[in-house]
T-cell receptor
């Protein structure tokens, strides 16, 4: 099974500063990768998913962007953070079992924009 | 109707109690259903899949009612360590998209 690495675990950034969150995956090749955000009092929201290098799909219009420079690397970025970007960011990778595709998460990054 | 709806709780129960959570979903074409557990400030972790015939894993029982579009999770003999938020998850309309409920918070007291 795969292992998902995310860093940093926590991050405090001022409004207007840039952001780069990295996710790497081990134990699988050519995985689909996802970025989710969990804001306070809200459910997990899918931000981006990628089916391969350079292939990014965005689920919601937003202040963020994503890139997939390598097969096992998925990066979430922003040029200028907003207060509303605060939240718990989770990278995820599916694992298929029979007919079901289950999602496994990295340990997440708690981002506070002040 | 929201895509996935759960009672946010909190459910405060004593050790040893039986507690049940329900979840409703709006997409009648959904085929995959899960319960995830999330501890405070941690990532969600898969608790169990939910199958049409219902399934059990130790003290946990999950059931699916397609006609009414709801799934349930029953926890028997609650332990202190069961305290967490339980997320109902259903596959969505677009590729690879799992829709997460906001979660039901469970607090098991001694």
């Amino acid at each position: 099974s795969q292992t998902i690495h995310q860093w940093p675990a926590t991050l405090v950034q001022p409004v207007g500063s840039p952001l780069s969150l990295e996710c790497t995956v081990e134990g699988t090749s050519n995985p689909n990768l996802y970025w989710y955000r969990q804001a306070a009092g809200r459910g997990l929201q899918l931000l981006f998913y990628s089916v391969g290098i350079g292939q990014i799909s965005s689920e919601v219009p937003q202040n963020l962007s994503a890139s997939r420079p390598q097969d096992r690397q998925f990066i979430l970025s922003s040029k200028k953070l907003l207060l509303s970007d605060s939240g718990f960011y989770l990278c995820a990778c599916p694992e298929k079992s029979g007919t079901q595709e289950k999602l496994f998460f990295g340990s997440g990054t708690q981002l506070s924009v002040l | 109707r929201k895509e996935v709806e759960q009672d946010p709780g909190p459910f405060n129960v004593p050790e040893g109690a039986t507690v049940a959570f329900n979840c409703t979903y709006s997409n009648s074409a959904s085929q995959s259903f899960f319960w995830y557990r999330q501890d405070c400030r941690k990532e969600p972790k898969l608790l169990m899949s939910v199958y049409s015939s219902g399934n059990e894993d130790g003290r946990f029982t999950a059931q699916l009612n397609r006609a009414s579009q709801y799934i349930s999770l029953l926890i028997r003999d609650s332990k202190l360590s069961d305290s967490a938020t339980y997320l109902c998850v259903v596959n969505g309309r677009s590729q690879g998209n799992l829709i997460f409920g906001k979660g039901t918070k469970l607090s098991v007291k001694p």
